[in-house]
Antibody, heavy 115, light 112 residues
């Protein structure tokens, strides 16, 4: 069965960095584009970034452009999100999701940016 | 960016009664490939989102047939034919036709 498991969240100070991972299993990872979506506490869903199946195309929300980098390692079936220059407003649960239609989601990993 | 406007933002419903949620897009969601990448997601309390409907009207695997999607162009609707207790949560429309992908603000479905 399809599984997506995020990890790497935690508490970080403003201006700090963090790398999130999303381990995929149960499907041919290298065939699907992948998203990162976040949800601030008590708020709605906000799209963060998408990467094509081969990693050659990447898009970012304006709010994270220049600070976040999405990547993937198809040999390890893993999606990444490198986050730098973190701000308090980046505090959220970060989800990875499969495909343009976001048919499968992970459980999420919480990132808290606070001094 | 494409803006998705959901109404209502809150929907108190009696068990067994229908519910309907509207999602209006600021631009046509028809992709150049002919598909319309409009999805509906359900998020139960404390859970990650779950896909219910994709490409306007296709029910995802395992989704009960009381959920249905319809619409075209810029106007879309999610209907629950008979609300059950397990349907409580927040429902989001999402478009992936154009980057950046965007979500509606969400509609909270609760039992009266």
């Amino acid at each position: 069965q399809v599984q997506l498991v995020e990890s790497g969240g935690g508490v970080v100070q403003p201006g700090g960095s963090l790398r999130l991972s999303c381990a995929a299993s149960g499907f041919t990872f290298s065939s699907y584009p992948m998203h990162w979506v976040r949800q601030a506490p008590g708020k709605g869903l906000a799209w963060v970034s998408i990467i094509s199946f081969d990693g050659n195309n990447r898009y970012y929300a304006d709010s994270v452009k220049g600070r976040f980098t999405i990547s993937r390692d198809n040999s390890k079936n893993t999606l990444y999100l490198e986050m730098s220059s973190l701000r308090p407003e980046d505090t959220a649960v970060y989800y990875c999701a499969r495909d343009y239609i976001s048919d499968y989601w992970g459980q999420g990993t919480l990132v808290t940016v606070s001094s | 960016d494409i803006v998705l406007t959901q109404t209502p933002l809150s929907s108190p419903v009696t068990l067994g009664q229908p519910a309907s949620i509207s999602c209006r897009s600021s631009q046509s969601l028809v992709h150049s490939d002919g598909n319309t990448y409009l999805s509906w997601l359900q998020q139960r309390p404390g859970q990650p989102p779950r896909l219910l409907i994709y490409k306007i009207s296709n029910r995802f695997s395992g989704v009960p047939d009381r959920f249905s999607g319809s619409g075209a162009g810029t106007d879309f609707t999610l209907k629950i034919s008979r609300v059950e207790a397990e349907d409580v949560g927040v429902y989001y429309c999402m478009q992936a036709t154009q980057n950046p992908a965007t979500f509606g603000r969400g509609t909270k479905v609760e039992i009266k």
